[in-house]
């Protein structure tokens, strides 16, 4: 079964994080998607840019509404992702807490919803 694990962390954190904490993080993550990889797990994942690239889309009254920025006002921003295949829910929730982000963010584990594709 497919997993998304999305990484919530502070945008805030990491700007203010010292070079050397930030590249030994970033070594971190590069050791965790290798281990995702060499398990045959790793389906996809990628980090996004920060949130202030985002634009939300909203139809209200027919109109399509456009604004900068994330849907919701939050603490902690979605910072990326890993797209994994898994047994179950359990094997998901061991590989989210693995992640580097779970020491200072939250991690989201959500099941992607299976649609059949017409033939």
Same mark, same amino acid.
């Given at each position: 079964?497919?997993?998304?694990?999305?990484?919530?962390?502070?945008?805030?954190?990491?700007?203010?994080?010292?070079?050397?904490?930030?590249?030994?993080?970033?070594?971190?993550?590069?050791?965790?998607?290798?281990?995702?990889?060499?398990?045959?797990?790793?389906?996809?994942?990628?980090?996004?840019?920060?949130?202030?690239?985002?634009?939300?889309?909203?139809?209200?009254?027919?109109?399509?509404?456009?604004?900068?920025?994330?849907?919701?006002?939050?603490?902690?921003?979605?910072?990326?992702?890993?797209?994994?295949?898994?047994?179950?829910?359990?094997?998901?929730?061991?590989?989210?807490?693995?992640?580097?982000?779970?020491?200072?963010? *939250?991690?989201?584990?959500?099941?992607?919803? *299976?649609i059949d594709k017409p033939a």
């Amino acid at each position: 079964m497919q997993y998304l694990v999305l990484i919530y962390d502070n945008e805030q954190v990491w700007n203010d994080m010292p070079q050397e904490k930030s590249q030994k993080l970033f070594g971190d993550y590069m050791a965790y998607t290798q281990e995702l990889s060499k398990a045959g797990v790793l389906r996809g994942g990628d980090a996004l840019k920060p949130v202030a690239t985002a634009t939300t889309v909203r139809i209200r009254d027919g109109k399509t509404l456009t604004t900068d920025g994330p849907f919701a006002e939050t603490k902690e921003q979605l910072g990326g992702y890993y797209l994994i295949d898994v047994a179950n829910l359990e094997d998901a929730l061991k590989w989210a807490a693995k992640c580097p982000s779970a020491a200072f963010g *939250s991690i989201e584990v959500r099941p992607v919803m *299976s649609i059949d594709k017409p033939a």
